[in-house]
């Protein structure tokens, strides 16, 4: 039997993440129904479930799954919900965001990211995602309106094409600011003020397409 599958890793991932704070019984089932393996580089496929970031192509990184955990119960998305992902990078929250909405569209400036995360996708039979490469700051406006909008880079503030995006009192959560001094915000479209969920590590969003050989 592969290590990768056994029952003893798999539970030992979700007691991580539980002991890492993510504790919302829909979020831990994704993320422990989605096999991360399946969206690692081959090389680091063993590292797969320890809660650590991961290299992928483009410089990027594979981000943690304590942090998607996170990121997911900000979120809220329900079996109702259209979803807008900024920042697909390996697929991997794709594919969780997949076992808790409705419909799942996923941007990302690289294209060499999209294509391999699309053929991962596919052999996973998620009917209900879709991977576009896209400037994530102008959001995918042909399957507006979202309920749910995740940006998974840092911004100096929400843009507001993605705003505009937004269903009436849907939910957009990106972690806001620069440097060491970047927290996790939700914004709900028509009531006021956004929520600090507190201190988050990201890299910074990316103008335009990425230039690729």
Not at 58 to 84: H, I, Y
Not at 145 to 153: G, K, L
Not at 155 to 175: H, R, S, T, Y
């Amino acid at each position: 039997m592969n290590d990768l599958d056994e029952p003893e890793r798999r539970m030992r991932f979700v007691l991580d993440m539980r002991t890492a704070g993510v504790t919302d019984a829909r979020v831990l089932s994704a993320l422990e129904v989605t096999p991360r393996a399946h969206f690692a580089p081959t090389q680091f496929a063993q590292l797969a479930l320890d809660d650590v970031d991961l290299p992928i192509d483009g410089g990027q990184l594979m981000t943690k799954p304590s942090v998607v955990g996170r990121m997911l119960m900000a979120l809220g998305a329900t079996s109702d919900d259209g979803v807008l992902e900024i920042g697909l990078g390996s697929g991997f929250q794709t594919a969780a965001l997949a076992a808790l909405a409705r419909r799942v569209t996923a941007l990302d400036r690289r294209r060499a990211l999209v294509v391999e995360a699309r053929a991962k996708l596919a052999a996973l039979s998620l009917p209900i995602v879709r991977a576009h490469v896209g400037d994530g700051r102008l959001g995918f406006a042909a399957n507006a309106p979202y309920e749910r909008i995740i940006v998974n880079a840092a911004v100096i503030a929400a843009p507001l094409a993605l705003i505009d995006q937004l269903a009436p009192n849907g939910v957009l959560i990106a972690p806001i600011g620069e440097g060491d001094k970047v927290r996790l915000m939700r914004f709900t479209r028509g009531a006021g003020a956004p929520e600090d969920l507190g201190p988050i590590k990201f890299a910074p969003l990316e103008d335009g397409l990425a230039e690729e050989a």
